[in-house]
């Protein structure tokens, strides 16, 4: 979930629905949306006009001691020595290994390609059931122990929320309708795709799921979405995975968590045909190509070009492009490939 500026992993309908059942610990993830949306706000304007001198994406983590505040104590840095404490060493692992991986494969200088710092919070609030990020740096709440658990451990969380911030630099996709939609599916493909990597799997063992580490036994599904099967992965999960079933109301900004499921499928589909390493080269050069406003039939218009251009180029197979068709029209979207 983004607010407007702010991109929470824990969805506001799951949120709301968990409360409705009586989580004190999820209304108040909920209500605290509000005030911390108010407080990047300014700072995220400005984010993109800044100037700053090329960095080299060191990572810092600091300790919200259970506070509702962000840099409370730095706790471990690049050059520091592993903590004491193992929340605080699992968000310096995971945040490394989603920067490592967007620099070997794509060669990027971390999350902005200008070395941008990659800081994280964790220990954020009283049993805070979500992680986010907030413009320019993480945060990671330890979870309520009775629905959700530790975030930072997550990798593919950690993936997920740190996408959005180079998608915010890449494309700087608004976030409501189906610009929003893309910007949650592009940060759902590098989450699978890092886990995945993160885990030694091939796309046979996989299992496409998003968020199923951090919830508990007594949440009611397996995770908080599946590109395999959207709208399978819990009770509250309103994904669809084909665009005659597409949510055409208010919800959710205009369904951006819920109508991301229909690439998401598409994505899962096309790995099967030609693999994940090819799919990825493909979707980060279409990530890169797409604009603000850019809608579902913008970005498969685009990754119609991106698929032909990285064919003709031998850096991805000749039954690429039919793949990608082929996939997207299984979700109800043509694509200019033939």
């Known amino acids: 979930m983004c607010t407007a500026k702010t991109c929470f992993i824990i969805p506001p309908h799951i949120l709301e629905a968990l409360a409705k059942q009586g989580n004190i610990s999820c209304k108040k993830a909920l209500n605290d949306t509000k005030r911390i949306l108010s407080e990047r706000n300014e700072a995220l304007n400005y984010l993109l006009l800044r100037t700053e001198a090329e960095k080299d994406g060191e990572r810092f983590v600091y300790d919200s001691q259970g ?11 690049e050059d520091g020595e592993p903590s ?79 996408t959005h911030g180079v998608t915010q630099f890449l494309a700087n996709l608004e ?20 886990k995945q990597k993160y885990f030694n799997q091939s796309i046979e063992e996989a299992d496409w799921l998003i968020g199923d580490s951090i919830v508990t036994p007594a949440f009611p599904g397996t995770a908080i979405r599946s590109l395999k099967e959207p709208g399978s992965a819990n009770d509250f999960d309103r994904q669809p995975a084909h665009m005659d079933k597409y949510y055409n109301g208010p919800d959710d900004r205009y369904g951006v968590h819920i109508n991301s499921g229909i690439p998401n499928r598409a994505f899962y589909l096309c790995c099967q045909e030609i693999g994940i390493e090819q799919a990825s080269l493909i979707w980060y050069h279409t ?52």
């Open 287 to 338: 990530l890169k190509k797409l604009w603000r406003t850019s809608n579902f039939q913008d970005m498969v218009d685009i990754i119609s070009d991106v698929t032909q251009k990285l064919a003709s180029e031998g850096r991805v197979s000749d039954s690429a492009p039919a793949a990608v068709s082929q996939s997207f029209r299984s979700v109800g979207l043509e694509t200019q490939l033939v």
């Open 67 to 77: 506070q509702y505040k962000q840099r409370v104590e730095l706790s471990r840095t």
């Open 84 to 162: 004491g404490d193992t929340v605080v060493n699992q968000a310096f692992e995971t945040s490394g290994f989603v920067r490592d991986y967007f620099e070997n494969t794509f060669g990027l200088n971390s999350i902005n390609n200008m070395g941008m710092p990659v800081i994280s919070n964790v220990h954020y609030g009283k049993a805070y059931n979500n992680a986010y990020w907030d413009g320019d740096e993480m945060t990671y709440g330890d979870g309520d122990g009775i629905e959700f658990k530790n975030f930072a451990s997550a990798i593919d969380v950690v993936a997920h929320e740190l």
């Open 175 to 194: 976030y409501e309708g189906q610009p929003g939609a893309l910007n949650e599916h592009f940060s759902d493909v590098f989450a699978t795709i890092v």
